[in-house]
């Protein structure tokens, strides 16, 4: 029976120690926002220091937060940006994975250093927001949705997904007269459950955080997404715009911080809820990209 040393039997004892504290760097921030938010705003704002649990407890944060008609606004915007821009990115992406892992394409290794040559290079922020001018993708639905329709990287792990796929089954499938759109929908797809969980997680994040692209091409508040709606209420100069026409001028300073936090967990959620279904797959999916290229 092999002996441990005594460098063997110290080093779990301080991994998990290490572990413990990232882990609390890392979900205290996300405990500091989520009890603040319950908490009674006379406590909060007199509190200083570590926050774990609310001071107190009262909803009126949310009721307040769920009052202002620019973040209902947002969270619809939101809601239409991510379920038709990953619907978007998740069929493009798969068919350009389909045609870069077939061997027998023409053009696929010119094609593929093309698209590789974009993860490093670009035109600049100036001409991609003339290319967009352009194109009269500016103050629209689509603005939101076609400039980051394909996403290099995610393409790339999905192809190698894909080009683990025995070539038996493409093979057995033309035989039995199946085209490449069957081949797909059908074979593909089906065995590469994992790396779509991950892809798709990818895109409905990126766009539920998206606000850069906001900003710059839409100019109409009434289509700004919630995360711009978050920024220019918790960054900008007008801290008023929280609690502005929702409050009391007597409440307003009392009830600003605590509206923040509400509105900070009200936009994160979604997130949460989405994360748990896809933990399967997550793991799997994201290893694929390093075990074949």
Excluded at 22 to 43: E, G, M, Q
Excluded at 231 to 237: A, E
Excluded at 259 to 264: D, G, K, P, R
Aim: proline letters at 5%.
């Amino acid at each position: 029976m092999h002996r441990k040393s005594r460098s063997e039997a110290l080093f779990p004892i301080v991994n998990a120690c290490l572990l413990t504290v990232i882990s609390f760097v890392c979900l205290y921030p996300v405990l500091h926002v989520v009890a603040a938010s319950f908490s009674d705003p006379a406590r909060l704002n007199a509190h200083q220091g570590l926050l774990l649990f609310p001071q107190g407890f009262t909803l009126k944060g949310y009721e307040y937060a769920l009052r202002n008609p620019n973040i209902i606004s947002g969270y619809k915007n939101t809601l239409v940006y991510v379920v038709s821009g990953t619907v978007i990115n998740m069929i493009l992406t798969a068919l350009g994975a389909y045609v870069c892992s077939r061997k027998n394409a023409m053009f696929v290794r010119p094609l593929m250093m093309l698209i590789v040559f974009t993860m490093y290079f670009g035109g600049g922020l100036i001409p991609w927001f003339i290319v967009l001018k352009n194109l009269s993708l500016i103050n629209n639905v689509w603005a939101m949705i076609l400039p980051g329709a394909i996403s290099t990287y995610n393409l790339i792990v999905m192809r190698t997904s894909f080009l683990g796929i025995p070539d038996s089954l493409e093979e057995s499938a033309r035989i039995d007269g199946a085209n490449d759109f069957v081949i797909l929908f059908r074979i593909i797809l089906p065995l590469s459950k994992a790396v779509l969980a991950v892809i798709l997680l990818y895109y409905a994040v990126g766009h539920w955080n998206s606000w850069f692209n906001a900003s710059i091409l839409l100019t109409s508040r009434e289509k700004y997404p919630l995360q711009l709606i978050l920024r220019d209420i918790l960054i900008s100069n007008n801290k008023g715009a929280a609690v502005q026409n929702i409050v009391s001028p007597v409440e307003r300073n009392q009830y600003q911080d605590l509206i923040q936090y509400s509105t900070i967990v009200i936009g994160t959620l979604p997130v949460f809820f989405l994360y748990p279904f896809l933990q399967k797959y997550f793991t799997k999916g994201v290893m694929i990209g390093g075990v074949k290229g």
